[in-house]
């Protein structure tokens, strides 16, 4: 059986290491346009920043490896011009030679990946302007530092490799600003989270522009939508990708609602005896079971199993993406998994969310504080998805998170997991299960969160509402949420005999524990409706902070 495969990269080499373990006797021929094959494309930005020394460290793998491991020949420097799929047949060009050649095909997998998104920006293609996608673009951009020793950098887009180049261009001395057309950095978080990075990216001496766009790249500035001028001898353009279907159209492969080339669970294309797999296939979504384009290296070289494992004759099924992601900039760890609070509202959800602000492990051990937001359906508890921002710790809970939402866990279930516990490594409840008991209280228990854009909201209503803050005097007169009164926790009890009891009341404090204490005097005092505010005070500022851009 003759295996042909497009691309040798994440997807490709899988697919072609897993037909090679079901089946010596297929012949497995790849072919990749490119130099360079299975390269470790995440790593590229710490490579320019000299935090990786050797960027052969990212391109461990040749041919000669995969043809003395795999007996898989990859021809690089190859282009498939065309694909035949009713003779089954490939048009292929030697770029180094121009020579072109037929070759036929018995089981054909697209792994063509994805190309990096470039918009029409006058001077968008000038010498000093760079895209991060592949090997040859980081050469190129670290080619031109050392021989350039640029001063000022400009980053177009807040994405993933966005933010990480903003780190890297940072610690080799450069100016770094980055430009945002939406009003958000990370435009997949929830904005409530996304200020989180934008203080931070603030605080390392990045400076931030939202709500504008590049309009033109000239040699040493980026002229921007509202005609300002930012400084700029070097440009990353790092607004995202798209998948690299051209080729596939061509041969009468259906596209998916995305964009991205239509597969089944089992990786089969609409054409018989054509799979694909990798940046250039459409998902779907685990919770929605709708289409989602997630170009992740993690899925591609999950996919690319399937498909080479399918080819040959197996029958492993795909079960979707969370589109669960983690990155770091600084020392700040930056994650998500499942539906953000946008997302779920959009999808129909009735939801419950919590800010839930804890240390990653007991401050004598030198905990440090993460942000953990979760988004609940309402009506079953089913836990949708989950933002962590934090210095520490955000990895483990993450993947914790994304097991769970896998497997379609509840709320109350977070609160019954029996997690690892010692000092160096967690608190004794985990915030894990701690974000469980919020829920579940919410949900359940009668002891209901309200976010500070809903208590926005409910103050602008007309309704009568009662705000308080249960923070000490001191904390209260520093600042607080416009028109609340302060009852320390202390006085609670004293002050809720005295309540009206049909007034909706929100209580708060620094960051929720506190507030919810008073939120249970003043339910247990006969309060009828007691909210506690999610996130408290300190989110309550991040908010001020968003309503001002």
């Known amino acids: 059986m003759k295996i042909r495969i497009i691309g040798a990269v994440a997807a490709g080499t899988s697919a072609a290491a897993k037909a090679r ?38 391109t461990p793998r040749d041919p000669k490896f995969f043809k003395s491991k795999y007996n898989v020949d990859i021809k690089t420097g190859h282009e498939v011009l065309q694909v035949d799929p009713k ?20 089981k054909l997998i697209f792994a063509t990946g994805a190309r990096s998104v470039v918009p029409p920006i006058t001077g968008v293609r000038n010498k000093h302007v760079f895209s991060l ?7 190129s951009i670290k080619k031109y530092i050392d021989e350039k020793n640029p001063k000022d950098a400009v980053i177009i887009g807040t994405g993933f490799i966005g933010l990480e180049m903003a780190e890297n261009l940072k610690h080799l001395g450069m100016e770094v600003t980055m430009v945002e057309l939406l009003t958000q950095v990370s435009p997949g978080l929830d904005e409530d989270m996304a200020i989180l990075v934008e203080e931070h990216l603030a605080a390392k001496g990045v400076q931030v522009i939202t709500g504008k766009s ?31 279907v051209e080729l596939a159209k061509e041969a009468g492969i259906e596209m998916g609602v995305t964009g991205a080339i239509k597969v089944n669970p089992f990786m089969e294309t609409s054409v018989a005896d054509i799979y694909a797999a990798g940046d250039c296939i459409e998902q779907y979504h685990s ?22 494992n399918n080819a040959t004759g197996g029958n492993l099924e795909f079960r979707g993406v969370l589109g669960t992601g983690i990155y770091k900039i600084f020392d700040l760890a930056v994650a998500q998994t499942g539906l953000t609070e946008r997302e779920a509202l959009k999808e129909g959800y009735e939801i419950s969310v919590s800010h839930n602000i804890k ?55 977070l609160v019954h997991l029996d997690l690892a516990y010692a000092p160096p490594f967690s608190t004794t409840k985990d915030p894990v299960m701690y974000t469980g008991m919020i829920q579940e209280n919410a949900i359940y228990g009668n002891r209901p969160v309200m976010t500070i854009k809903e208590l926005d909201e409910l103050a602008s209503s007309g309704k009568k509402v009662r705000i308080v803050d249960a923070r000490v005097v001191k904390q209260y007169e520093a600042s607080h949420v416009e028109n609340a009164i302060n009852v320390p926790h202390s006085a609670a009890r004293d002050v809720a005999k005295d309540l009206e009891k049909d007034t909706i009341t929100v209580t708060y404090c620094n960051k929720g524990t506190t507030g919810n204490a008073v939120q249970n005097i003043f339910l247990n005092s006969g309060v009828e409706k007691v909210y506690n505010l999610s996130g408290g005070h300190k989110t309550y500022l991040r908010y001020l902070k968003m309503k001002k851009k």
Not at 133 to 139: A, G, P
Not at 223 to 235: A, R, T, Y
């Open 87 to 106: 003779e089954k047949i490939l048009l292929v060009k030697n770029l180094e030679t121009g020579e072109t050649m037929k070759d036929s095909y018995d």
């Open 287 to 308: 919770i929605t079971g709708k289409p989602v384009y997630r170009p992740l290296g993690s899925t591609a070289n999950k996919t690319g199993r399937m498909a080479g």
């Open 21 to 58: 373990r079901n089946s010596e006797e297929a012949e497995i021929i790849i072919y990749e346009i490119d130099t360079y094959i299975s390269y470790s494309g995440c790593g590229m930005p710490y490579y320019i920043g000299g935090e990786v020394e050797n960027g052969e460290d990212l």
């Open 133 to 139: 996608r592949n090997i040859k673009d980081m050469y």
């Open 214 to 244: 590049a309009k033109e790249i000239t040699e040493n500035e980026v002229i921007l939508s509202d005609e300002s001028k930012l400084p700029g001898d070097l440009v990353i353009v790092a607004t995202g990708v798209r998948p690299h």
């Open 359 to 413: 240390p990653n492990r007991p401050e004598y051990m030198g905990g440090k504080e993460m942000v953990i937001k979760s988004v609940a359906d309402k009506k079953d508890g089913r836990l949708l998805g989950v933002q962590i921002i934090g210095p520490e710790g955000v990895d483990k809970r993450v993947d914790v998170f994304a097991a769970l939402i896998t497997f379609g866990a509840k709320v109350q279930d």
